[in-house]
């Protein structure tokens, strides 16, 4: 089996985002620190805020985008008028809200339409390794 680079050194080296996100574009960047979690940020702000949940819970997210949904559980996405949307950890008060812009949702949206960024293996474009 042929493995990305990245692979090699164990999921929670690698932050990757949808490969439809190009540069200098921002996009929700995602990776697995360790089995059964999944950690999302922002590639805008590498070193900023980031979220921690169940992968179960991310794909239970991704299922919701996919299908155009509002039924989000634990991870609560609000788009203001204008475009974009907020990502809440709803089940972790006081946690910080990622802030995307339109851009970055339709980056996202066709890349979780791919079948991308799945919580128990995320696929997608290499952002990092740390």
């Known amino acids: 089996m042929n493995h990305a680079p990245w692979e090699q050194h164990g999921p929670a080296t690698a932050w990757v ?12 960047q995602v990776r697995v620190p360790r089995t059964g979690l999944v ?10 805020p980031t979220l921690t949940v169940p992968a179960r819970d991310w794909d239970h997210f991704l299922d919701q985008v996919a299908r155009g949904t509002t039924d989000f559980a634990r991870l609560h996405a609000a788009f203001p008028t204008g475009g974009g949307f907020t990502l809440t950890d709803t089940a972790a008060p006081g946690s910080p ?32 390794r740390a």
């Open 97 to 128: 809200a990622l802030v995307y812009t339109r851009a970055e949702w339709d980056a996202f949206k066709l890349g979780v339409d791919a079948g991308e960024l799945r919580g128990h293996d995320p696929r997608g474009a290499l952002v990092s």
């Open 39 to 48: 950690e999302i940020g922002d590639t805008k702000d590498p070193h900023g």
């Open 17 to 28: 985002k949808a490969s439809f996100s190009t540069n200098p574009q921002g996009c929700v």
